[in-house]
């Protein structure tokens, strides 16, 4: 059973460009988290789905960041006209409940 | 809102000492606790989930204790070597308004062990 999967792993974007981070959870798993590690910070919840509903964006900033996980395929995490403050590392985590969280190897976006 | 903080932020210690991590938690209603490692620039790796029923979780050299009524818990590491040198990050959940657990992270303890 393959652990979570996070694509790409390093991602570079020019201030005003969309990025778009995708997240496959494990087998089975049907509850994905998004987290953001800014750096010399520790990680912040941003957002809960399930299979074709978000449940809690309350981490979320209000503006340019959005998320889905459709029927079908991986869980993408978006942000558009990206700004250097949007540096960092997200992690994508999948558990089978609401419990136990298992973390995926993470993105490390880059705004130059 | 629960709120994590880990202590000492940094630790440099040499091989093959014992050591101890500390973790405490402002929101002690919770079902379980969970310590991470993290590799510079890598993702998360989970070394030990506590059930709020449990006192102690053992794996190999790690052993954490989870002491839920004064909001505590520590990892201890036996017989440090160097492939031990991490950051670990300990995680305790949040219940959410929509019934979900999100996790709160501590900023970690960055952890060197010297050969």
């Known amino acids: 059973n393959a652990g979570v999967m996070q694509n790409p792993r390093h991602l570079v974007r020019r201030r005003g460009q969309e990025a778009r981070l995708r997240c496959s959870p494990m087998?089975?798993?049907?509850?994905v988290y998004w987290y953001r590690q800014l750096p010399e910070e520790g990680l912040k919840f941003m957002v809960y789905l399930q299979k074709e509903n978000i449940i809690d964006e309350s981490g979320m900033p209000k503006e340019r960041f959005s998320a889905e996980f459709p029927k079908e395929g991986p869980s993408i995490l978006r942000i558009q006209q990206v700004v250097r403050g949007d540096s960092a590392a997200y992690f994508c985590?999948?558990?089978?409940?609401?419990?136990?969280?298992?973390f995926g190897p993470g993105t490390r976006l880059t705004v130059t | 809102k629960q709120e994590v903080t880990q202590i000492p932020a940094a630790l440099s210690v040499p091989e093959g000492e014992n050591l101890v991590l500390n973790c405490s938690f402002t929101?002690?209603?919770?079902?379980?606790l969970q310590w991470f490692r993290q590799d510079p620039g890598k993702g998360l790796t989970s070394l030990l989930l506590?059930?709020?029923?449990?006192r102690e979780q053992t794996s190999g050299r790690l052993n954490a204790s989870l002491d839920k009524s004064s909001g505590r818990s520590t990892l201890y590491i036996a017989a440090s070597q160097p492939g031990d040198s991490a950051t670990y990050l300990c995680?305790?959940?949040?219940?959410?308004?929509?019934?979900?657990?999100?996790?709160?992270f501590g900023t970690g303890t960055r952890l060197t062990i010297i050969p």
């Open positions: 087998k089975g798993h049907s509850h």
């Open positions: 995680a305790a959940p949040e219940r959410s308004n929509f019934g979900n657990e999100k996790l709160t």
């Open positions: 506590i059930q709020s029923s449990q």
């Open positions: 985590a999948s558990s089978p409940v609401s419990y136990e969280q298992y």
């Open positions: 929101d002690s209603a919770i079902y379980n």
